[in-house]
Antibody, heavy 119, light 110 residues
Framework: QVQLVHSGAEVKKSGASVKVSCKAS????????VHWVRQAPGLGLEWMGV????????TYAQRFQGRVTMTRDTSTSTVYMELSSLRSEDTAFYYC????????????WGQGTLVTVSS | QSALTQPASVSGSPGQSITISCTGT?????????VSWYQQYPGKAPKLVIH???TRPSGVSNRFSGSKSGNTASLTISGLQAEDEADYYC??????????FGTGTKVTVL
């Protein structure tokens, strides 16, 4: 079955960077785009960006441009999201979610990674 | 890139129907039929319950239905059950590979 498995929780200092991974299994990795969505404690979902199925194109939400980098490694079926210059407001669960090209929906989600930013 | 607007909370008694609205603009909800809805239980990842405005994925109860009029999409849950108590989020495509979520609605079964 389709699985998206995240790396473990992270605790970072303000100003540092964090790199979260999402390992895919149960489907053809190169056939799907992968999005990243975050959710601060008690708040709503926020779309961060997407890396396409081939890994050669990314689109980021305007508020994260310059701070976020999404990459993927076909050899390990893993997608990465790196967020730099962390601040306390970045404390959140970070989810990966897959999209079948042209379907414009997130049909499977990872369990999420909690990133805590402390000053 | 502002979020789509949803009511903060909606409630209903078991067996009743409730409707959650999702208001966007002519650049997202009003322009594309790529509205989807997600159900999220506390501490869990979201789950897709409706896509393309009104299509249910396999395995999702037929008590869930979606619609759209102009810049507003809606999710209706009929025959409300205790297991429907959760947070619900809409999402829309906004062009150039940009997506946006709604503010979220907490559904309470009385």
């Amino acid at each position: 079955q389709v699985q998206l498995v995240h790396s473990g929780a992270e605790v970072k200092k303000s100003g540092a960077s964090v790199k979260v991974s999402c390992k895919a299994s149960g489907y053809t990795f190169t056939g799907y785009h992968v999005h990243w969505v975050r959710q601060a404690p008690g708040l709503g979902l926020e779309w961060m960006g997407v890396i396409n199925s081939r890994g050669d194109s990314t689109t980021y939400a305007q508020r994260f441009q310059g701070r976020v980098t999404m990459t993927r490694d076909t050899s390990t079926s893993t997608v990465y999201m790196e967020l730099s210059s962390l601040r306390s407001e970045d404390t959140a669960f970070y989810y990966c979610a897959r999209e079948s090209p042209g379907m414009y929906q997130f049909d499977s989600w990872g369990q999420g990674t909690l990133v805590t930013v402390s000053s | 890139q502002s979020a789509l607007t949803q009511p903060a909370s909606v409630s209903g008694s078991p067996g009743q129907s409730i409707t959650i609205s999702c208001t966007g603009t002519s650049s997202d909800v009003g322009r594309y039929n790529y509205v989807s809805w997600y159900q999220q239980y506390p501490g869990k990842a979201p789950k897709l319950v409706i896509h393309d405005v009104n299509t249910r994925p396999s395995g999702v109860s037929n008590r869930f239905s979606g619609s759209k009029s102009g810049n507003t999409a809606s999710l209706t849950i009929s025959g409300l059950q205790a297991e429907d108590e959760a947070d619900y989020y809409c999402s829309s495509y906004r062009s150039s590979r940009i997506f946006v979520f709604g503010t979220g609605t907490k559904v309470t079964v009385l």
